[in-house]
């Protein structure tokens, strides 16, 4: 078979056959980002993935940020979805898996542990101050909670998890 007819054969297969080729391909992307993000969360927690808690992160978190909110919840709650912290400045407490500050959400208690609230709220913050430091990641999960050793830890996080996904999935 010559050069010429297999570049023919190609473009005659995706010229009759792209919606079957394009689903096809996107449903394994879909299942190669779910598993991924499964395994990240079990490796981070130590424990069987909650299904609440990955189909909240995988439907409503921005993949490019992914591993920073994985990182965000190990630090922060270490995947315990009903952490409180100590009352600390203000009378305010921290809540839930990304431990949002009474400051920022109302006070429904019951609310702020949805597993699904949590994340987004949690996601929309950091969001908010990675606008105001100019996409600087480091310097808004130093707004995200006030120090700077805490987005040194969520950093260091955040670059084993990428080591470990690299190893594993064999990705560059």
């Keep these: 078979m010559t050069m010429k007819f297999k570049i023919i054969l190609i473009i005659l297969f995706i010229t009759f056959f792209p919606l079957t080729f394009s689903k096809s391909f996107q449903k394994e992307i ?23 808690l990955l189909y909240s992160i995988y439907n409503n978190i921005n993949i490019k940020y992914e591993n920073i909110i994985l990182s965000i919840i190990t630090k922060e709650s270490e995947f315990n979805q009903f952490a409180l912290s ?3 400045s203000e009378n305010n407490r921290d809540y839930g898996l990304m431990q949002i500050s009474d400051k920022w959400w109302s006070f429904d208690k019951e609310s702020i542990y949805n ?4 994340i987004i709220l949690g996601y929309k913050i950091f969001k908010y101050f990675l606008g105001v430091s100019n996409g600087d ?18 950093m260091r996080i955040n670059n084993l998890l990428k080591r470990k996904i690299n190893i594993v999935y064999n990705e560059k």
């Design 86 to 88: 100590r009352v600390y």
């Design 137 to 154: 990641v480091e310097q808004a999960l130093f707004l995200y909670n006030g120090s700077r050793q805490y987005a040194t830890d969520v």
């Design 30 to 52: 879909k299942i190669g980002r779910l598993e991924k993000l499964k395994y990240k969360i079990e490796y981070l927690s130590g424990k069987k993935c909650n299904n609440e």
């Design 115 to 118: 597993v699904e609230y949590n």
